[in-house]
Nanobody
């Protein structure tokens, strides 16, 4: 079970911190990722951290503005978002999978577990 939170309405240039709390799974064994889906668009990859907690991967559109982190003890992952733009408006989903390989890490179909999504709206 994954529970995402932290979304809301923010002005362009603002910041938000999303959280994803995991229950019933051992977080350290899972690749954890964030995806987002804007209205009328396909779900797209945002960021991922592999099991070994190596440097996160980011979509080019968010690189330098978003920072993903994980806390295996607290079973939580976070997505710190700064310098938000209107095009960042979307429902953000956290996802987890034990077996996804690096080459498939950006593909939504690679993940078995999904949170319910949290809406981020960037607007003045």
């Amino acid at each position: 079970q994954l529970q995402a939170s932290g979304g809301g309405l923010v002005q362009p240039g603002g910041s938000l911190r999303l959280s994803c709390a995991a229950s019933e799974i051992s977080l350290s064994r899972y690749v954890m990722s964030w995806f987002r889906q804007a209205p009328g668009k396909e779900r797209e990859f945002v960021s991922a951290i592999n099991r070994g907690n190596l440097n996160p991967l980011y979509a080019d559109s968010v690189k330098g503005r978003f920072t993903m982190s994980r806390d295996n003890v607290k079973k939580t992952v976070h997505l710190q978002m700064i310098s938000l733009k209107p095009e960042d408006t979307a429902v953000y989903y956290c996802a987890a999978d034990r077996q996804v390989i690096t080459s498939n890490i950006r593909r939504p179909v690679s993940y078995d577990y999904w949170g319910q999504g949290t809406l981020v709206t960037v607007s003045s």
